[in-house]
């Protein structure tokens, strides 16, 4: 028997639940209510209002509104001009953290418009799938790549959005991606991501005071001594090389850097070793003349 079935691990990471189409050309409204999942819906043409911890918002063609589990909301349409909307049903334990890199929050359940032609083209995608047998993982993609149109776009206030904030996010990603390679170096790095040398290193400076190559290889490092499950100040040179060789995790520069890190360890230990002992005899010396 599958023991994650039944055990902590039972609630996959995003799960698409439902998606629909509604036309409230009749005055369709609901609530209020609660519901125990969260919803996006995404305003096809009209507009309508959510009525959410006791404010109400407008909300117009091309605009999105999130109803959060377990909060009161109604919305309606606008008699004057009803609102058409298409909508998405999740849960999951991802699902917060995923949302919480949008614009929507509790105090702003509302998304501004964004994207229209793919927003349309994401949830229209969804209506014919077999969501919990044949296309479920097709369409948990899909949910994916929906919020994460959301974040690119309409990201969470307070988030980096300059573009060397941009740009590390994406050098940082590749790196995790790509440090085990031996062709991977900075100017690989600057070839993907479409960016002179001197731009990856201005960005990699002005956020984190240190170069891409320099984070490179520390990262390699922190790679390498993580995966031998040993510190590199307990553990001899020679073997974490000769480990991660027979491993085939890493290639011959980064132990080159391993090496390196590992000499500087070494220095660093003895030399604090020598201090420690040179403190030792000054404190005996002292006390003798205090006797």
């Not at 334990?93 to 919480?100: G, R």
């Not at 400076?205 to 520390?218: D, H, K, R, T, Y």
Request: proline share 6%; aromatic share 12%; charged share 20%.
């Amino acid at each position: 028997m599958n023991s994650s079935v039944f055990g902590s691990d039972s609630q996959p990471g995003l799960t698409l639940l439902a998606t629909g189409r509604q036309d409230c050309s009749d005055l369709h409204s609901w609530g209020p209510g609660v519901r125990p999942v969260y919803i996006i819906h995404y305003i096809l043409r009209g507009q309508g209002f959510i009525e959410y911890h006791k404010k109400t918002f407008p909300v117009h063609t091309g605009e999105s509104f999130l109803i959060y589990p377990y909060n009161t909301i109604r919305y309606y349409p606008d008699p004057g001009n009803p609102w058409e909307y298409t909508w998405v049903e999740f849960t999951g334990k991802e699902a917060a953290s995923l949302l919480d890199q949008t614009a929507f929050s509790p105090a702003a359940p509302v998304c501004p418009a964004i994207c229209p032609a793919r927003l349309r083209q994401l949830f229209a995608d969804l209506q014919p799938l077999d969501l919990y047998h044949q296309n479920r993982n097709e369409a948990n993609g899909i949910l994916r790549t929906l919020l994460g149109l959301y974040a690119d776009y309409a990201p969470a206030p307070g988030l980096p959005d300059s573009p060397a904030s941009s740009l590390l996010a994406n050098a940082v990603f590749l790196i995790r991606s790509n440090f085990h390679h031996e062709y991977f170096h900075t100017e690989q790095l600057c070839q993907m991501l479409g960016v002179s040398r001197s731009t990856l290193y201005r960005a990699f400076q002005s956020e984190l005071n240190i170069s891409p190559g320099e984070f490179l290889s520390n990262f390699r490092i922190h790679q390498a001594v993580s995966y031998t499950h040993l510190r590199a100040h307990e553990t001899d040179s020679y073997l974490v090389c000769r480990l991660l060789l027979e491993k085939k995790k890493i290639n011959r520069l980064t132990l080159i850097h391993i090496l390196l890190y590992m000499r500087n360890q070494e220095y660093s230990r003895d030399r604090e070793m020598k201090m420690t002992q040179d403190a030792c005899r000054w404190d005996r010396k002292q006390n003798n003349r205090d006797q």
